[in-house]
């Protein structure tokens, strides 16, 4: 087999595998993982993304940790819904803070916890600002 030929099946494998991942992820992302119901990513975080800043860093909390499967999938579904902003995975040292949840009441007591006043809050999601 020629080198040329070899370099083109190289590429045609590497592309393909590119285009494998990118449907599956388009089809089966909103299904359930580990039995785990995910949400569609955009409308979730929708009115966030409306009342935050364009750019910069915010601080993130949440009421799984991240180390977990919900709180991983939250935190990540998060960062790439309200890119360009980078979300930092604790509340110290920030202004505002992103409050994203499964169980929406754990919005108040995360506030108390890390001594913040909610300023917006859209159900699973809020905007947490210091006092």
């Given at each position: 087999m020629s080198r040329e030929?070899?370099?083109?099946?190289?590429?045609?494998?590497?592309?393909l595998a590119g285009v494998l991942r990118g449907t599956s992820v388009h089809l089966w992302k909103e299904r359930s993982l580990r039995g785990v119901p995910t949400t569609r990513?955009?409308?979730?975080?929708?009115?966030l993304a409306a009342v935050l800043p364009p750019t910069g860093r915010l601080g993130y909390v949440s009421d799984e940790?991240?180390?977990?499967?919900r709180g991983g999938r939250l935190y990540f579904d998060a960062l790439y819904a309200?890119?360009?902003r980078v979300l930092s995975p604790d509340a110290h040292g920030h202004r505002l803070v992103v409050a994203n949840v499964f169980e929406p009441a754990s919005i108040e007591r995360l506030s108390r916890q890390h001594g913040l006043l909610p300023v917006a809050v859209f159900g699973g999601t809020?905007?947490?600002?210091k006092r």
């Open positions: 030929r070899a370099l083109g099946l190289f590429a045609l494998g590497v592309a990513i955009d409308p979730r975080y929708a009115q940790p991240l180390d977990t499967g309200l890119a360009p809020a905007l947490l600002e």
